[in-house]
């Protein structure tokens, strides 16, 4: 496995390659970049999340520094698309901002590169927490500054943003090219990073999660933002709702205020114009959206001779019925059947004579006079201008007839027949508009009124106030946004037989002001949970690979341990059926690697024929020896021990074999050994000590002294010699087995007696005075021993103690109960043992000192078969000295129930 600190090689590239990489790179740069723009927020189309950040940065890390060429052309052309995008015109100036964007990122990613590879080795399995937290704080919070500080930058140098929405179009570029990182980079070394089986097994634990919970993300943000537009929409609905209904009421006003004129010309054939003056003069002081009213009398033919007759009588300079020519100059109207001309006007034009225009000289006053003529109903004009002030733009006439009869005639012909004149109202549309919005925030809204009675005029208009013909009313400020166009109102409604069409958009204030950033909030919040969430993943994956790299280690340092071990090892489930075997079990039983596992561990050891893990398990913790069966059927005599190991649902155990038949053969040849010897070396020793002991004795006659301590002397080594080989068949017979102890209860006090009267003739050859001390003692105390195997006991501790004691120094035994066991006590007031040879005494040929064996006798195995004796009847032995006062032994042993208290324990 790849280590985290070591670089890992890649594959070799060549220019062909890097050149397509850089091509894809600056593809992928542009699209990744729109589909970011999807998730902008409206009014400033902030966008959480940057993900060609995060792919430019990891494309690099992957491939190397030749890829900045491909982040470049990316960014720039992403810029440039959104340029065109939001209709603007591709200048040089554009080209220098996108591509002054692009260097930022450029640099961003190149800095990012450069610190990650310093800090680590790269590619980067990534199975350390400190590399996980390294590469994505360098790649995203820390590098990220660069981009966001010099993306605002520019466009804040070239006027795009103001100084007021610079820190929080920093601020936001900031935390998309930060969230980018982190959610863009780790996808893109799922797919494409080194080394690829690593990267490879996190696109279900690391790609998919993230993938998920980014989408879940999306869809949140969508769903909140489609409630937020909704939200602006009908709040925005709302006021514009009030806003037209302002609107066509004061139209509609305006419309009905020539109503009390015409019932002033319908009661009075005689209306002065002075009278007309007095009439209408509050009506125009109160609306100054009327600039004028009339009174345009019907005119034949055949009265324009006295018509303009009596104009000329009442005005100065008259030049009777007159009309415009195409310089727009007043010239005397042409012979026509009938005219409406100007009558009365109030006010009176101060630089121009209006009275006796005709007003149905021209094609949309004559038609709008007629249609009110024929239908008995007020009517407007299109929008026109006005003859006595050339000026007025975005104005219409309302034309009501005046008919001879109090009530307006049923028929056409009858209302033609019957039409006396009209009034006439000059009504100035931006004066009517205005008085009926002055109520609402001029930053909030934008208007368009429009007539469209005449032709189709385009959904949304973008003309400026005046410039387009049947715009009545015009109030843009600025352009509306793609996404806003869902709040425009618009309405089409008729007066006075016009139709007219009124939209109602927001500006770009009102959208700021109650527009809510809580869509980004949600957005970046949760991809800040997501981005987290990847982070947490790559760890936990990470961890788990190096985990996954550790156990393969170990289990190859094991599978070694076990394939190379020289004892032979048998791995089987609680049924018996052997799962695995090393090379030194094959070696041992002549099987196969193949053929073991399908075995089972009965026929290669019949003891373990009953599987079962209660059964397996009563049989560990303990070496046992047992007879094995090869694959050719021989025996094997084997040691063998058991263990297991359990994992979730199942358990294991583990077989420790070892062939013991060359010891087995060994102890057989001991066996014969002893035998000998018991047999062939103690009969003759016998002979020579009986022989010494007779000649010593003077049986063959008087001994010379020279002769006779050389006597003794051979007969203190033939006693020693004995002794010897004594001691050294009860050890041999003792650890083979041989020597079974046949234990019954004893009285302690008889024996206690009978060691000290045998040994009690020993110590008077050593001048060693020995007492008995009993008074801790019952009067019977029973102890389960073997009588024989005891006094050798109690001998070896007295005697070792009488020959360690100088003349006259005393060897006290004692004995005293505690809880269920005898404590027997030997202590001496001897030269004590030395500290270093006190952890072997108990050895076989163990002496504190060599020279012991010659100056006080004894071959170093009685504290030996002491040891033994006394495991063998269930006792301890032990010892406490102090070198230069003595050392005491002890033995204790388990006390047998007496009659009474057998008795009393089953009374009880």
Known sequence: MPNSNQPIPMPPQSTLSIIAKIALLAIAYMLTGHLAMLLSVPPGFISSIFPPVGVALAAVLIWGYPLLIGVFLGSTLLN??????????????????????AFGTTVQCWCANWLIRRKMSFPNPLTEDRNILLLLFIGGPLTCLLSASV????????????????????????????????????????????PREIWRRRASTVGLPLLLSCVVMVVLFFRTSHGEQYRLQQHFHEQAKLMAQSIKSRISLYSNLVLPVERLFTASVDVTAAEFAIFVDSILNNHPGIRAMSWNSKVTQDQRALFEAGLQATTVDSMGITERDHRGQLIPAAIRA???????????????????????????????????????????????????????????????PVYSSAETPLLVAERRQALRGF???????????????????EQSFQLLLTDISDKSVPEQSKMEPGMEPGNLFSKMTSPLPAYAKRLIWLEEFSVGGRLFRMEILPTEH??????????????????????????????????????????????????????????????????????????????????????????????????????????LQSRQGRSTETVG???????????????????????????????????????????????????ELRTPLTSIKGSLELVNAGVLGHVPEAASNMLSLAQKNTERLVLLVNDIL??????????????????????????????????????????????????????????????????????????????????HISAELQANQVLIKVRDQGPGIPAEFRSRIFQKFAQADGSDSRQRGGTGLGLSICKELMDRMHGTIGFDSVEGVGSTFYITLPRAPTTNESSDSRLS
């Open 80 to 101: 440039l698309s959104i340029a065109i995008s939001n209709e603007q015109q591709l200048n040089w100036q554009q080209l220098i901002i996108a591509s002054s964007i």
């Open 151 to 194: 993306g605002t930058a520019v466009l804040h140098f070239h006027q795009i943003i103001t100084p007021g929405q610079l820190l929080f179009s920093w601020w936001n570029w900031w935390i998309g090219d930060s969230i980018g990182v982190l959610i863009a980079m780790p996808l893109m070394f799922i797919a494409f990073a080194y």
């Open 338 to 400: 009938e005219y409406f001309p100007v009558t009365y006007i109030a006010p009176m034009p101060l630089h121009l004579n209006v009275t006796g225009y005709d007003v149905g000289s021209e094609a949309l006053r004559l038609q709008a006079l007629q249609t009110a003529g024929d239908q008995g109903t007020a009517t407007l004009t299109a929008p026109l201008d006005l003859v006595q002030n050339q000026q007025q733009k975005n104005a219409m006439l309302l034309f009501y």
């Open 423 to 441: 009034v006439v109202a000059a009504l100035h549309m931006d004066d009517v508009i205005g008085s009926a919005i002055r109520d609402y925030p």
């Open 510 to 615: 009102y959208l700021q002001t109650q527009s809510t950033l809580q869509p980004w909030a949600v957005l970046t919040g949760g991809l800040l949970l997501c981005s987290l969430l990847g982070g947490f993943l790559l760890s936990v994956t990470g961890r788990a690979e190096h985990v996954q790299r550790l156990v393969r280690q170990r289990t190859l340092e094991l599978s070694g341990i076990l394939d190379n071990a020289a004892e032979a090892i048998l791995i089987f489930d609680a049924a018996g059926q052997i799962e695995r075997a090393n090379a030194a079990a094959q070696q041992l039983f002549g099987y196969s690697e193949r053929q073991l596992p399908k075995l089972h561990i009965g026929s290669l050891l019949p003891e373990l024929q009953q599987s079962g893990s209660s059964f």
């Open 629 to 679: 069966l090869t694959a050719t059927h021989s025996t094997l005599e084997l040691e063998i021990s058991l263990s297991s190991y359990a994992l979730p649902g199942h358990t294991w155990f583990i077989c420790l074999l070892h062939d013991i038949s060359e010891r087995k053969k060994v102890e057989r040849l001991k066996s014969e050994f002893i035998a000998t010897v018991s047999h």
């Open 730 to 811: 009860d050890i041999e017979k003792l650890e083979l087995g041989d020597s079974e102890l046949m234990l019954s209860s004893c009285d302690l006090r008889e024996l206690l007696q009978q060691a000290l009267a045998q040994n009690q003739g020993y110590a008077a050859n050593f001048g060693v005075p020995l007492s008995l001390d009993l008074q801790a003692l019952p009067l019977l105390v029973l102890v389960e021993v073997n009588n024989q195997r005891l006094q050798q006991v109690l001998s070896n501790l007295i005697s070792n103690a009488v020959k360690f004691s100088e003349a006259g120094s005393p060897v």
